[in-house]
């Protein structure tokens, strides 16, 4: 396009500029170098941080198992150019830091490869649409954040572990992504207690036998699931994505924590997450967990092919009643927004099933956080 004469002036090109830098720092220091509050440079702030808006949304949008094709490409802010990632990258990040939602996107690469374009050529787009902007929900600076994450996490490894340097208490500072870890307020896991009794609408479980891959991505042994497993609730269907576990469970149920829980991560078209948490109880063998055992990958952070399917619903209690309340990952980046059902009943499993997981991994659970006042509700 051509540009109007005027458009020649310092604090018009500064404004410019600081639109494609996407750093709101080069319109800060125009101001500090004594240029006066110009109104297209305030309209430049106001810009960028549309499209900021824009770039979280979309970064939202492009997860929903790569259904939406997206062309354009975020120039607007650092993070989000940087989450046109490829999903070489976030694999290869995944080796450094395993949290919940890049984990969550390897399971959807390998569910939907098959009707995804950006799957094919092997690169998740996370650009900037204004469409997006129109409806960006607090949710999608969760997806927003984890992209940005993933790309970090690409680069370079900021190790973040249960125990010593890289443990909990530190996750909030080992990168900026990572802030909610420190400075969130809807965290978990949380001790539930104080529930509100009520007739919660039951979690419908449509599982089915399911091709799956085992991997040790050294946070955790995890499950990618084929495509095809829902949950419904509260009249929002989500898809599995993928399952892990921790040991012991991190939540508590009245100050009590159980041996080890796993995590049910579902994620909506719209990339809310939920996770349905199983907690596990020593007694008799798991068959869905004996399963994932048998598959266990002799090498860490490679996916292993089962050669049969997995009946995943013979996870699950055969009551269902839960606790729900609003919550976050549980693994670095924290990132908030996540609904949370707990089943009651805990599931059993055996001392031996017990002591394979503990072999490699005798404690990944994150320590219980502050549940500040947030409702729990029950089913009664
Ligand atoms: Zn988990």
Same mark, same amino acid.
């Given at each position: 396009?051509?540009?109007?004469? +005027?458009?020649?002036?310092? $604090?018009? *090109? ?31 702030? @106001? ?6 808006? *824009? ?9 929903a198992r790569g259904k939406k094709k997206k062309k354009k490409k975020a120039k607007n802010e650092k993070p989000e150019s940087e989450a046109q990632m490829t999903l ?15 984990? =969550?996107?390897?399971?959807? /690469?390998?569910? *939907? ?14 650009? #900037?649409?204004?469409a997006a902007s129109a409806a960006a929900p607090v949710h999608a600076r969760v997806q927003a954040e984890a992209a940005a994450s993933a790309v970090h996490t690409a680069?370079? =490894? =900021? ?18 992504? %990572? ?6 307020? /809807? ?5 539930? /207690? ?16 399911? *091709? %799956? !891959? ?15 497993? +829902? ?10 994505? @993928?399952?892990? %576990? $921790? ?10 924590? +159980? ?12 990339? !809310?997450? #939920? ?6 109880? @020593? ?29 995943? #619903? ?5 009551? !269902? ?35 394979? %997981?503990? /072999? ?13 006042? !947030? ?6």
């Amino acid at each position: 396009m051509t540009l109007p004469p +005027f458009l020649a002036s310092r $604090h018009v *090109a500064v404004a410019l500029l600081s639109l494609f830098s996407a750093s709101l720092g080069l319109v800060a220091l125009a101001s500090d170098t004594g240029v006066e509050p110009d109104p297209m440079l305030v309209a430049a702030e @106001q810009a960028v941080a549309e499209a900021k808006a *824009a770039s979280e949304a979309e970064a939202k949008t492009a997860t929903a198992r790569g259904k939406k094709k997206k062309k354009k490409k975020a120039k607007n802010e650092k993070p989000e150019s940087e989450a046109q990632m490829t999903l070489a990258a976030a694999r290869a990040a995944d080796e450094q830091d395993a949290m919940d939602l890049l984990r =969550a996107r390897l399971a959807d /690469r390998l569910g *939907a490869a098959k009707d995804t374009p950006e799957a094919k050529d092997g690169v998740l787009r996370v650009g #900037a649409t204004p469409a997006a902007s129109a409806a960006a929900p607090v949710h999608a600076r969760v997806q927003a954040e984890a992209a940005a994450s993933a790309v970090h996490t690409a680069g370079h =490894a =900021a190790h973040w572990d249960y125990r010593g340097s890289g443990g909990p208490d530190s996750w909030g500072r080992l990168k900026p992504e %990572f802030a909610k870890c420190s400075s969130g307020t /809807r965290q978990s896991p949380i001790d539930i /207690r104080d529930g509100l009794k009520v007739q919660l609408d039951p979690v419908h479980f449509d599982y089915k036998p399911s *091709a %799956f !891959r085992v991997i040790d991505n050294g946070h955790t042994v995890q499950v990618n699931l084929a495509a095809g497993n +829902f949950i419904e609730v509260m009249g929002r269907r989500y898809e599995l994505l @993928q399952f892990h %576990f $921790h040991r012991p469970s991190e939540e508590r149920i009245n100050g009590r924590q +159980f041996d080890m829980v796993a995590h049910l991560v579902h994620e909506d078209s719209e990339g !809310r997450l #939920a996770v349905v948490a199983v907690l596990l109880e @020593q007694g008799g063998a798991q068959p869905v967990v004996q399963t994932v055992w048998n598959n266990l990958p002799l090498e860490k952070n490679e996916e292993m092919p089962a050669q049969s399917p997995i009946a995943l #619903a013979d996870l699950l209690p055969v009551e !269902r009643s839960y606790f729900t309340y609003m919550g976050s990952l549980t693994t670095p980046p924290c990132s908030e927004g996540v609904l949370w059902m707990v089943m009651k009943n805990p599931v059993p499993i055996s001392p031996e099933q017990i002591g394979i %997981f503990a /072999r490699m991994y005798p404690m990944n659970a994150r320590p219980i956080q502050s549940a500040s006042g !947030r409702m729990i509700k029950e089913s009664n």
